[in-house]
């Protein structure tokens, strides 16, 4: 069964980067999509965006838009997200998912452990 | 962007009772309504996926039903590891928007 590992919490001063890796154990890597998924403290969940390693292509949600990467790494089975610029509001657990798809429908499955990111001057 | 509009915000429940969650949509997602679970520091479970189907190895207590804007997740016999926050989630278009999260509290 596939199993998602996150890299572990980082701390950054505003207008500062982070970037977070997800690797996959398993055997669909190539053919699966990963997204990337947001909860700030006592919140709920907010969708970042989606990469298909295979192809490379990506979707960001539109607030994220000029500020976030996701790039991949077929050899180590590897997702990674970047943000950048980074506000006190970004403060939050960013956790990593993997897109299933049956026949017409898909969901998140697995999850990553989550990645706690801390900004704070 | 479709709005998922979740309720209640939270519920508190005893051992056996029957508990339900809704989630409306604000427009017609064709049945692409998933729930998940969260519990306390973890990251979310999908417990079932396009309306009504368990993920594996999920318990049969946990049911789902509805269709177009309206669905339902029901805990037919709380249990006590139930406790958490559940989620649910469009996933017909882009960008996926979830429930704001019911708190399920044990009593």
């Known amino acids: 069964q596939a199993q998602l590992v996150q890299s572990g919490a980082e701390v950054r001063k505003p207008g500062a980067s982070v970037r977070i890796s997800c690797t996959e154990s398993?055997?669909?890597?190539?053919?699966?999509?990963f997204h990337w998924v947001r909860q700030a403290p006592g919140q709920g969940l907010e969708w970042m965006g989606v990469?298909?390693?295979?192809?490379?292509?990506?979707t960001f949600a539109q607030k994220m838009q000029g500020r976030l990467t996701m790039t991949s790494d077929m050899s180590t089975r590897t997702v990674y997200m970047e943000l950048s610029s980074l506000r006190f509001e970004d403060t939050a657990v960013y956790f990593c998912?993997?897109?299933?798809?049956?026949?017409?429908?898909?969901?998140?499955?697995?999850w990553g452990q989550g990645t706690l990111v801390t900004v704070s001057s | 962007d479709i709005q998922v509009t979740q309720s209640p915000s939270s519920l508190s429940a005893s051992v056996g009772e029957r508990v339900t969650i809704t989630c409306r949509a604000s427009e017609n997602i064709n049945n692409f309504l998933n729930w998940y679970q969260q519990k306390p520091g973890k990251g979310p479970e999908v417990l079932i996926y396009?309306?009504?189907n368990r993920q594996d190895g999920v318990p049969s207590r946990f049911s789902g039903s509805g269709s177009g804007t309206e669905f339902t997740l029901t805990i037919i016999s709380l249990q006590p590891e139930d406790l958490g926050t559940y989620y649910c989630q469009q996933s017909y278009s882009t960008p996926p928007t979830f429930g704001q999260g019911t708190k399920v509290e044990v009593k």
């Open positions: 396009a309306v009504l």
């Open positions: 398993g055997d669909t890597f190539t053919s699966d999509s």
């Open positions: 990469i298909s390693p295979s192809g490379g292509s990506t």
């Open positions: 998912a993997r897109n299933v798809r049956s026949m017409a429908w898909n969901w998140l499955d697995p």
